[in-house]
């Protein structure tokens, strides 16, 4: 493959990558990496470090409209990101000492793991109650969005705000870890124990994974991981096709999104560990 033909490939493919990223709240490295290294063959530490720098593309391409359209929970996002930053630098030190192999099969047991948490709630009723919580209620978490699909505006109460908080070290441990953003993992955490709307989540972690990138993407830059010539035009690619999902995420069924969500957390958790226990 000459040159020109692998940066046109490798632009092509973040674009899909940063449309599915800002639709389901996952930051496009849960695509990229998988095409990257399995289509493409780049290592995996290299494409890692291209994930990380779209992630932060995908963050700043989405993040200001979800804000604008009141999507992204902003108090949210703010108390869940003292643990996530603080774990996006663990798992960036981890980065370095974990092999290659190893970093595959963790990468396909998160993804199979947020698959089966999402798959438990989609018979799940939307109007369940929410548990009240002190901690919630004092910080002001609750709000609410207008839904293009019902037509309404829909009220929420956000619960469980710790557990959230220590799901979200993991999730950050994750994405410093495997460079994807992590927002498979954080979309679930909000979506199944703190209760927030999945529309909500998926926003919300969309402003959430570019803060929790950018504090792992130094060590990567550091350590050599971050290739120009591949993180180019992944960035690039990445931010287009994150603008254009944004204007969209009101209008989708949450249905829809949530079987489009587990669907692609099933197909990259399989080629993910056949790829790691094959070797």
Same mark, same amino acid.
């Given at each position: ?128 109650? $929410? %548990? /009240?919580?002190? &901690? +919630?209620? @004092? #910080?002001? =978490?609750?709000? *609410? ?41 954080? $979309? %679930? /955490?909000?979506? &199944? +124990?703190? @209760? #927030?709307? =999945?529309?909500? *989540? ?46 969209? &995420? ?30």
């Amino acid at each position: 493959m000459t040159p020109f033909l692998f940066v046109t490939v490798v632009f092509a493919i973040s674009v899909a990558a940063g449309l599915l990223g800002s639709l389901l709240g996952l930051g496009g490295g849960l695509i990229l990496v998988p095409v990257l290294t399995l289509l493409l063959k780049v290592d995996i530490r290299y494409a890692v470090g291209a994930s990380i720098v779209s992630v932060i593309a995908t963050s700043s391409g989405a993040a200001a409209a979800y804000l604008r359209e009141r999507l992204a929970n902003l108090r949210v996002a703010m108390f869940l990101e003292l643990a996530t930053t603080a774990g996006a630098l663990t798992g960036a030190f981890l980065a370095g000492v974990v092999g290659g192999r190893g970093l595959y099969l963790v990468f396909g047991a998160v993804m199979a793991y947020s698959a089966v948490a999402m798959l438990r709630k989609l018979g799940a009723r939307a109007d369940a109650p $929410v %548990p /009240a919580d002190a &901690l +919630a209620d @004092r #910080l002001a =978490l609750h709000s *609410s969005y207008f839904d293009e699909d019902s037509g309404g505006e829909v009220d929420y109460r956000v619960t469980r705000p710790l557990t959230g908080l220590g799901l979200m070290y993991v999730a950050g441990t994750v994405s410093g870890l495997l460079g994807i953003g992590s927002g498979a993992l954080k $979309v %679930p /955490a909000m979506d &199944l +124990a703190m @209760r #927030l709307p =999945l529309k909500v *989540s998926t926003a919300t972690s969309n402003f959430m994974i570019g803060v929790t990138a950018a504090a792992s993407a130094g060590l990567y830059f550091a350590r050599g991981d971050i290739d120009p010539f591949i993180a180019s035009p992944v960035c690039l690619g990445v931010t287009v096709g994150a603008f254009a999902g944004s204007r969209y &995420l009101k209008k989708l069924r949450s249905g829809w999104l949530r079987v489009l969500f587990v669907g692609v957390l099933l197909w990259v958790a399989f080629e993910m560990l056949r790829k790691g226990w094959t070797g």
